[in-house]
């Protein structure tokens, strides 16, 4: 199995949208992901909180997958991408790290 995390960053604003507002954006697109990706075993998405320190991320992604290639099946498909598009004009920064278990 493969574990998928990933940490975001996110602009204060962008998109015409406050980064509350986008980070919810993005909790709902990527968690739409589960249904249109066959190969995403198990997904949650974590807004961090707002009394947190500023230093957090602002959002946590975290995926299984039982293989690589569908770790990169899923990273390549449209639907991801989609989301992907859009996170990228919201975030200012991310961290990533995939593992097997």
Not at 16 to 44: F, M, P, R, Y
Not at 58 to 70: A, G, K, N, Q, Y
């Amino acid at each position: 199995m493969i574990k998928h995390i990933v940490f975001f960053r996110l602009k204060d604003e962008a998109e015409g949208h406050s980064k509350a507002e986008n980070a919810q954006i993005i909790k709902e697109g990527l968690l739409s992901l589960k249904s249109k990706i066959d190969c995403l075993v198990e997904e949650t998405v974590g807004i961090n909180i707002p009394t947190a320190p500023n230093t957090n991320y602002d959002i946590c992604l975290t995926c299984i997958f039982r293989s690589w290639e569908d770790l990169n099946t899923y990273a390549t498909h449209p639907e991801h991408l989609k989301v992907a598009a859009y996170i990228g004009k919201c975030k200012t920064d991310r961290a990533a790290c995939d593992y097997e278990y």
